[in-house]
Every structure is written in structure tokens, then in C-alpha cells.
């Protein structure tokens, strides 16, 4: 069963960045297309950011230009820089596979606030 960890929320005022990390058990993780999901309260989950194995990469309009998805497949690893942060980014941030996803991580919570 893989195991995905979520780290590096926090609280954060407008205007200011964040970098999440993922780290991932899966032994074929540099096979698949990785995502950054969130969930606000009263919100579904949304995909906000994918990038391939070849590193090809997809933003949500809500992110792009703020945001900018990597990883390290040596490491099994999936990271998040989050710049210019917003009210509207505060949420639940989690990590998977963008389609047949993995059991779920208990993600990083994100607040932002003055």
C-alpha cells in the first residue's frame, strides 16, 4: 500500500510563499503523472497542478503563474512552490496520482491570513 506525506503548510500572510513537499512509498512513483490537490472547507477536492514523468506540467487558471509544481523521481519525492499567496489558497493541500488515485495522505494545511 503506498503511503503519501504531505509537509510544509503553514500560516502565511497574503502576498508570501510556501514550498510543499510529498514524499511518496510508491516503488514505480517516476512512472505516473503526480498531482498537488486541495480542499478548502465546504469545498470537493480540487487538481491544481500535474506534472509528467518527462516533467510536461498543467496549472489550474487559479494557480498558474503563482505556482510551480516539480519532482525528484531519484527521490520519490513532489514538491509545490506556492508564491503570492491568497485568502483563497488557504485549504487542505494534498498529493497523488492525477488519475486511479493512491489512498490519500492526511495533507498539509495551508492558512492564509494577516
Known amino acids: 500500500q503506498v503511503q503519501l506525506t504531505e509537509s510544509g503548510g503553514g500560516l502565511v500572510q497574503p502576498g508570501g510563499s510556501l514550498r510543499l513537499s510529498c514524499a511518496a512509498s510508491?516503488?514505480?512513483?517516476?512512472?505516473?503523472?503526480m498531482g498537488w490537490y486541495r480542499r478548502a472547507p465546504g469545498n470537493k477536492r480540487e487538481l491544481i497542478a500535474t506534472?509528467?514523468?518527462?516533467?510536461?506540467?498543467y496549472y489550474a487558471d487559479s494557480v498558474k503563474g503563482r505556482f510551480t509544481i516539480s519532482r525528484d523521481n531519484a527521490k520519490k519525492t513532489l514538491s509545490l512552490q506556492m508564491n503570492n499567496l491568497q485568502p483563497e489558497d488557504a485549504a487542505a493541500y494534498y498529493c497523488?496520482?492525477?488519475?486511479?488515485?493512491?489512498?490519500w495522505g492526511r495533507g498539509t494545511q495551508v492558512t492564509v491570513s494577516s
Open positions: 497523488n496520482k492525477d488519475y486511479r488515485v493512491w489512498n
Open positions: 506534472i509528467t514523468r518527462g516533467g510536461a506540467t
Open positions: 510508491a516503488n514505480d512513483f517516476e512512472w505516473y503523472t
